[in-house]
């Protein structure tokens, strides 16, 4: 199992309403190449937004295992993780959304950013095609899907189902808004995979899961 990187994943306090609306019209990139590139925002409230505070403690945990990484951003919305990833030395973002308007948005995004050839993106049903057979397997798999619906532990009990989608030591975040969290072993009846930390930021909760271990 990879040790996360603390560099600085310190909690702040209040709601951060009024950091979602900052970021969802100005989007940037914060790190590695794409650096300061600036992000289209999706029309309407289909994606779940994510500060640049809460992206900027995720990938110093993740430090440098995202180099050369295969990144799967479900529920893409803008694509502003998966384009981080690829931002910071990930060899392939696989980006997925149903709907018709974030699909667009990632595809823009990522030609803006010039990430576009080592970026996929499949309009397709997320929990549709966790049922399927991959392609390939990810080392690290994003969960941020549309609030208050329940289905980040859909998303969660697919995965777990099939884990031939996870490389041995592929982590798993969700990440949700505190109230929806409930425990992860208890309440979904996962078999596969464990969680191992949790972070919250302000209005933001992340969860990190992994593949349990052989006993």
Not at 79 to 97: C, K, N, P, Q
Not at 116 to 130: H, P, S
């Amino acid at each position: 199992l990879r040790t996360p990187h603390y560099s600085s994943p310190d909690e702040y306090p209040g709601s951060t309403a009024k950091c979602w609306y900052w970021n969802m019209t100005s989007l940037r990139v914060i790190g590695g190449t794409a650096k300061g590139q600036r992000l289209r925002s999706v029309p309407g409230d289909t994606t779940r937004p994510v500060t640049d505070r809460v992206k900027e403690a995720l990938f110093n945990i993740l430090g440098a295992d995202i180099q050369g990484a295969a990144f799967l951003d479900l529920f893409g919305g803008t694509g502003a993780i998966g384009i981080e990833a690829l931002s910071r030395g990930a060899a392939y973002v696989l980006f997925t959304d149903l709907n018709r308007l974030p699909v667009e948005t990632i595809r823009a995004n990522l030609k803006s950013t010039r990430l576009e050839e080592r970026g996929e993106v499949l309009r397709a049903d997320a929990l549709t095609l966790l049922e399927r057979v991959p392609q390939r397997q990810f080392d690290y798999v994003y969960i941020a899907p549309p609030q208050y619906k329940g289905l980040w532990k859909e998303a969660l009990r697919k995965l777990d189902a099939h884990p031939e989608w996870l490389s041995d030591d592929a982590w798993v975040i969700v990440q949700i808004h505190p109230i929806e969290y409930e425990p992860v072993q208890e309440g979904l009846g996962l078999v596969n995979l464990v969680d191992f930390e949790q972070r919250h930021y302000g209005s933001t909760l992340l969860v990190f899961l992994t593949l349990k271990a052989e006993e």
